[in-house]
């Protein structure tokens, strides 16, 4: 089953095409451009280098978020398009699990962190199970960084901390947690090629979710809702 996979939700813009044969190829890019600028070429060139058309897909896999508002909104978009377009079924996966899933062989504690601003993160807790399996401790959140180090602080097992902003509260993280655990950069990125393979089993066991009824994993208020909220009631 072809599958497109798409993720847009961090600066970190991918996209992916993977079938029960395995990852077919991936495009990744860590730049400043915008995922406007970038996407539909990034969509363009991994079809084309893989020598398929887009007629050729059965099926898609977004990033649902949480992160950035304008890339989420970007890459939903775009999926539930092609969805529609090409009549095929979509399955939107949650950024954060996408992110645990870069460890997913290991047997331990992992928490996918993305930046959230003012010393808030977006994150979960999910528990590796072995042979591919990750259980959720926790729902997706957006919480202050001492809260959810409180959280995590009675934990006498090693804990992952996955994602960028990790190296930003490494400090914090080593001093709250008895056993805190780092990745290289390359395991610190949401990966298509993540939300393609989890994405790709769902589909696999017909459990596609409702074009029209997915929707953003904001976890916060747009500031343009914020704004304008506090516009109409001045």
């Given at each position: 089953m072809l599958t497109l996979a798409i993720d847009s939700s961090t600066n970190v813009g991918s996209v992916a095409?993977?079938?029960?044969?395995?990852?077919?190829?991936?495009e990744l890019l860590n730049l400043t451009d915008t995922h406007?600028?970038?996407?539909?070429?990034?969509?363009?060139?991994?079809?084309?280098?893989?020598?398929?058309?887009?007629?050729?897909?059965?099926?898609?896999?977004?990033?649902?978020?949480?992160?950035?508002?304008?890339?989420?909104?970007?890459?939903?978009a775009t999926a539930k398009t092609m969805a529609q377009a090409l009549q095929i079924p979509i399955v939107g996966i949650s950024t954060l699990e996408a992110m645990a899933y870069n460890l997913k062989y290991t047997s331990t504690y992992l928490c996918p962190m993305i930046d959230g601003r003012r010393d808030r993160v977006f994150?979960?807790?999910?528990?590796?199970?072995?042979?591919?399996?990750?259980?959720?401790?926790?729902?997706?959140?957006l919480i202050a960084i001492d809260d959810l180090l409180r959280e995590l602080a009675d934990?006498?097992?090693?804990?992952?901390?996955?994602?960028?902003?990790?190296?930003?509260?490494?400090?914090?993280?080593?001093k709250e947690i008895k056993q805190p655990k780092f990745v290289s950069s390359?395991?610190?990125?949401?990966?298509?090629?993540?939300?393609?393979?989890l994405s790709l089993k769902k589909l696999l066991e017909g459990k596609e979710d409702n074009l029209f009824a997915l929707t953003p994993n904001y976890l916060k208020r747009s500031q343009a809702e914020i704004q304008w909220e506090k516009k109409?009631?001045?």
């Open positions: 095409l993977i079938s029960e044969d395995g990852l077919l190829g991936e406007s600028q970038r996407l539909m070429p990034q969509l363009v060139s991994l079809l084309e280098n893989s020598g398929y058309e887009p007629q050729d897909l059965e099926g898609i896999g977004v990033g649902l978020g949480p992160g950035s508002f304008t890339g989420i909104r970007i890459g939903l994150a979960a807790l999910y528990k590796g199970r072995g042979k591919e399996k990750l259980a959720a401790e926790s729902q997706d959140s934990i006498d097992e090693a804990i992952y901390f996955i994602g960028e902003v990790a190296s930003k509260y490494k400090d914090r993280i080593i390359s395991f610190n990125f949401p990966r298509a090629s993540m939300i393609g393979e109409h009631n001045n």
